[in-house]
């Protein structure tokens, strides 16, 4: 083994994904329209290179929102919030720039829609997830967590004719299929969503890895421990016959040992991981020797989002552009760490 060629292959796609670029971009625009401090509740994205580098330009991070002064700005992140949320920020006369991601936003339409109709709502996905915490806020009265297969034999509703499924947009693809079959089995009249809740950028980095984690000895994510859609790929890479898979924020957190009777490296990141990051470990690998580099192509991906319409609003009356493109010195800024 360690006397095999030595070579990497590249998933794609991988790292941003429309709604972490919104986001992202989202923030940027607002300190440039409004100046600092702006406020964001919770991580805008979860990514810890993301979170600093922001932090660095003027924003301000809490966890909750009596935390911002009283008619400060507040961009909500894009896991979305509560209903509650909403009513917290009018009551203090905050300016509030809402970022969830339009996929967030589905599932919690869809969920209010059952609700209505009197359904039991089976959300898929991980307790105290924000994603989770903000879809369930629309209708906790209607809405129980399933979190994973084994969770199945927990759950108890009123009406077995009348129960949907929803889940968090950036779990295992696998999995959820798995708690769902289990689901049905116990529910034969399960409702599925109207359209698919997982993202269609969950969905294609794990297609990227699956393709590429038999021939991998070691996958290398990049990403951070708070991101679930990170944290999958690493489980979906060992599921699917990668030697070995680490998760890791930085390039210098890379351990010399893991190399040890390594030929192939995978390499990808998750959906709110700047390209800067990916580079710098391409960088270390190459000054390893692993400097032939072969890109593994599961999809393309086109789709973009429009900047929220508060801020888009407020753009076009300053006479500044709404493009939906960051900065090329956030992506240059480097690892602040």
């Known amino acids: 083994m360690a006397d095999s060629p030595k070579r990497v292959l590249l998933a794609a796609p991988r790292g941003y994904c429309a709604g972490v670029d919104r986001a992202v971009v989202t923030v940027e625009k607002a300190l440039e329209l409004y100046g600092a401090p702006v406020y964001v509740r919770k991580q805008i994205v979860h990514n810890k290179h993301v979170v600093t580098t922001l932090e660095k330009r003027g924003a301000v991070f809490v966890d909750e929102t009596d935390e911002v002064p ?4 507040v961009v909500f992140s894009a896991h979305g919030v509560a209903p509650v949320v909403h009513e917290e920020a009018r009551a203090l006369s905050l300016r509030t720039i809402d970022a ?84 049905r089995e116990r529910f034969p009249s399960l409702q599925d969503p109207p359209s698919d809740d997982i ?4 969905q294609n980095r794990q297609l990227a890895v699956k393709q590429m984690a038999a021939e991998c000895d070691l996958m290398l994510v990049i990403g951070s421990r708070n991101s679930s859609n990170s944290v999958r790929l690493v489980e979906v890479a060992l599921e699917h016959g990668s030697r070995a898979g680490h998760l890791v924020d930085y390039a210098d957190e890379i351990d010399e040992a893991w ?12 959906a709110s991981v700047p390209e800067i990051l990916v580079r710098e470990v391409l960088e ?13 192509v599961a999809a393309e991906e086109s789709i973009m989002f429009s900047l929220p319409t508060e ?6 009356a300053a006479g500044k552009s709404d493009k939906m493109r960051h900065d090329a010195s956030f992506a240059e800024a480097g690892s602040l760490h």
């Open 284 to 296: 270390l690998l190459a000054a390893r020797g692993y400097d032939d580099v072969r890109p593994v």
């Open 311 to 316: 801020i888009r609003r407020d753009l076009k």
């Open 199 to 202: 993202c269609y950028a969950t």
């Open 259 to 270: 190399f040890a009777g390594v030929s192939t490296v995978g390499v990808t990141s998750g």
């Open 70 to 73: 009283e008619g400060a700005t």
């Open 100 to 183: 969830t991601c339009p996929l967030v936003t589905k599932v919690h339409r869809e969920a209010v829609r059952f609700a209505d109709a009197d359904y039991d709502i089976l959300l898929i996905g991980h307790e105290g997830h924000e994603e989770v915490v903000g879809t369930a806020g629309e209708a906790p009265e209607h809405i129980q967590l399933v979190d994973g297969p084994d969770d199945v034999v927990n759950v108890t509703v009123r009406d077995p004719d009348k129960v949907v499924w929803l889940s968090q947009t950036t779990l295992s693809v696998d999995e959820t299929m798995e708690t769902v079959r289990r689901l």
